[in-house]
């Protein structure tokens, strides 16, 4: 109980209302993945629940904590600030919740890139934050329906829809999310 409490002040104190909601979401629905597929549900709700911890931090700040991971970030990477926030995320979880959990710190990193390589409970998590409840963008009732019976149909139509997005805006795709649509491609 005191543990959860201490959540919820950290989400109070980093997120506006509207983020704390959609954290909470993700984390309730990685939760009901997590179950459905037969990855850890409790790593999975605490995922989820701190996916967004850097999300409304300034560009700076984020590259600040990114900075602190071990990963070297190329061009495409540190073009998109939209994705920024997962990796840093994962940092501050790391620093200073002393998250030591690599399957955690892995589902919050890539929850908005992906990778190639995704474990069931990255999978979940990505996932869980497409098909959250607040979420209502073209096709998400498709996503909801693939995300409860294939996970790999859903990782593959989710990185579609993304990567379709990106190309429509005349965004880059990082290599992470290249890698990983190129892996469930050829599993179809």
Not at 58 to 87: A, C
Not at 171 to 180: G, I, L, N, R, Y
């Amino acid at each position: 109980m005191a543990q959860e409490q201490e959540w919820e002040r950290l989400l109070r104190q980093r997120l506006s209302p509207f983020r704390q909601a959609h954290s909470r979401n993700v984390a309730e629905q990685a939760r009901h993945l997590a179950l459905r597929w037969g990855a850890d549900p409790e790593k999975a709700y605490f995922a989820g629940f701190f996916h967004d911890i850097c999300k409304e931090l300034p560009r700076e700040e984020q590259l600040q904590w990114m900075g602190k991971s071990d990963i070297i970030f190329d061009e495409l990477v540190l073009s998109q600030p939209q994705i920024w926030h997962g990796f840093a995320a994962a940092e501050y979880l790391r620093c200073e919740l002393n998250v030591t959990d690599p399957g955690i710190l892995n589902a919050v990193r890539y929850h908005t890139s992906a990778r190639r390589g995704m474990a069931l409970l990255e999978q979940t998590v990505y996932l869980a934050d497409l098909t959250s409840a607040e979420r209502d963008y073209p096709d998400v009732a498709v996503m909801r329906e693939l995300a409860d019976t294939s996970v790999e149909g859903a990782m593959l139509y989710a990185l579609q829809y993304i990567m379709g997005d990106l190309v429509k805006r005349r965004s880059p795709v990082c290599a992470f999310t290249w890698e990983a649509y190129n892996e469930y491609a050829l599993k179809k």
